[in-house]
């Protein structure tokens, strides 16, 4: 079992080698403009837990809420997000992507697709196919997985059984 685990190790060093290059290559070749590394950090919450109050995303930002406040009031200013009021409760008032939100992190997904196009076109066919086998058994692993982690979710809400219901 000891190689497997190196094994596990070596993978992850690789993909943490593959990451850091990718930054610095997101950093170099795609120019934020008025998009900060935390505004990019907000959009991308967003885009992965739909609409968020701003205390979750203060939460989230490892800030104080006026200082999250703060930030989604640029980011309003820029088009990026925009504040809803909820239907349930009028007083709470979700942050969500803006059209411009959806652009911008589209823009950021193409520039993240082509460095890693180019990566793949260095690589030889066999290669490419050894590593498009190895990713699908990774996404395959990672679906699984979120799908346990769905089902315990959802036992974990469902009440407890009542006596009756153990005895029966």
Known sequence: ?????????AIVSDLAALFRRQRRG???NWCLGSVSMTHLHVLMLLDSDGPQ????LAEA?????????????RMVERELVERVRDDGDRRLVRVSLAPRG???LDEFEMVRQQQLLGILGAMSPQERRVCAEAFRAMREAAER??????GSAAASKRPAPTTTEIRQ
């Not at 109050?53 to 979750?56: A, E, H, S, W």
């Not at 930002?61 to 009031?73: K, M």
Request: proline fraction near 5%.
């Open 1 to 9: 079992m000891a190689g497997d685990s190196d094994a596990a190790v």
């Open 53 to 56: 109050p701003m205390g979750r």
């Open 26 to 28: 997101l950093a170099r």
């Open 145 to 150: 997985l979120d799908a346990e982690a769905a």
């Open 61 to 73: 930002l490892l800030c104080s809420l006026p200082n999250a406040t703060g930030i989604i009031d």
């Open 102 to 104: 959806r652009e911008t």
